[in-house]
């Protein structure tokens, strides 16, 4: 079959697909379970996402969703089931050596029909994600073997993935010859972008998360690894410089390790902390609020060899929340959370970053529908052209997919209480939910984890 039938077949056959998973806006599969989130309904929310849905194209969303979901509802043995099935999808998409007539023929329907043919393998920050909650799984089941082994997990990921997507950039801004991605989407969608580009600001690298640097240096110090603890401290603080629980952890393990020069400039960097209880309780918290990003599509001309096409591309649009921040209670005092990863900054950074490859890609698309229209037209004549022209507008429709059930931001907050102490007290700021957990008598160390919605506040803990 020669190039020219193939391409014809392939984009009139996409004329059928016209209603299907190719074209499906996955934000109204999402929007439901959204709104039950919101309201602090998680089990309401699970629902929308069936394990029975998750096959297909959007087996490794649904997962993610379903592991985050779980989590929030102190199913962590599920949850973390869900993560590493998603964890090993995702591997065998990246790791076929061959491909197969499967994989050979979604990768062509993509280049024909739009992004969504491709069964969806999650952005980097999301892959990297996968790993750092697990960890969190591990860690309030009181497995911490389990959390290290997640944690390298997290490490390794964030540098093969950083590898990867700037070899797969040098090779985009060659086929882009020097355009540039930005100026028509800052025409199309002049606030959108600004938004975009002013929420990214505060993340310099998505592969330096510091989350997963927090949660590993907790992993370490339970264990009794203080060097190492103290290691990913350090790579925690470059990625999130004013989370207040870590800089106070760096001051803590300094001087604990007789770091003076390290002590010095912390503080000098930082101030000094009051001087922490050691025969008290460690108090861990982990607090998550509010939903992250969503995908909508904006459409904009871009100048291709065959003429001006209509490109679409996602853009992420941000969700507001009442909650800004979370307090910990212990008699009379008292200790904010600081933030320790904000996920619109985190998605926002992401898709700048991957946004000239996917108009490398846009480019590869328009090019070959424009050659498939004028097959037709030669073949069929004006209504050939016409029937190309409707199908190419049709099947341009932007990948929305996106990890929905994400919190708009991860906080944390550590405190060292006496050890009479038997109740922690949890409050969403300025005006939220509120929750009190019991502290077990012999306990050293306490991990909180906890999800505030509009008015409800999940609360789960680990003694250790």
Known sequence: MTQRKTCIIVFACSLVLNGCAYFQDYNRMTRQARVSISQGSYPDALATFPSSAARGGNEILIRMERGTLLQAMGQYKESAAEFEVAAKKIAYYENRAVISAS????????????????????????KVLIHAFDALNYLMLGDLEDARVEIRNAYRRQQELYDKHYKDLEKAQKNVRGMRWEDPLRRADPQGYHQLMQT????????????????????????????????????????????????????????????????????????KMDPVLRDGIDIFVVFEFGLAPHKEQVKFPILTGSGIVSAAFPVYRFTPSATVAGMVSCNERGEK???????????????????????AKQIARSVLKGYATRQLRNEYGAGGAIAGSIVSIITEQADLRTWST????????????????????????????????????????????????????????QVY
């Open 103 to 126: 994989k050979g023929a979604s990768e062509a329907a993509s280049l024909v029909i739009n992004e969504k043919a491709i069964p969806y393998e999650g952005v980097d920050f999301e």
């Open 200 to 271: 990214a600001e505060s993340v310099a690298s998505i592969y330096q998360n510091a989350f997963a640097y927090y949660i590993s240096s907790l992993v370490y110090e339970l264990n009794l690894e203080v060097d190492e603890a103290y290691i990913d401290l350090k790579k925690a603080i470059d990625a999130a410089p004013n989370c207040r629980a870590i800089q106070r952890d760096l001051i803590r393990l300094s001087k604990d390790l007789h770091y003076s020069d390290d002590l010095e400039r912390w503080e000098n960097s930082f101030g």
């Open 337 to 359: 959370t600081s933030i320790v990863s904000d996920m619109d900054a985190i998605a926002a950074r992401n898709l700048l970053d991957e946004f000239p490859i996917l108009l």
């Open 406 to 461: 994400l919190p708009k931001q991860v906080h944390v907050a550590r405190l060292f209480v006496p050890k009479l102490t038997r109740e922690i007290t949890i409050s969403a700021l300025p005006i939220g939910g509120k929750g009190t957990m019991s502290i077990p008598e012999r306990a050293k160390h306490v991990v909180i984890l906890a999800r505030a919605s509009d008015g409800v506040l999940s609360i789960h803990s």
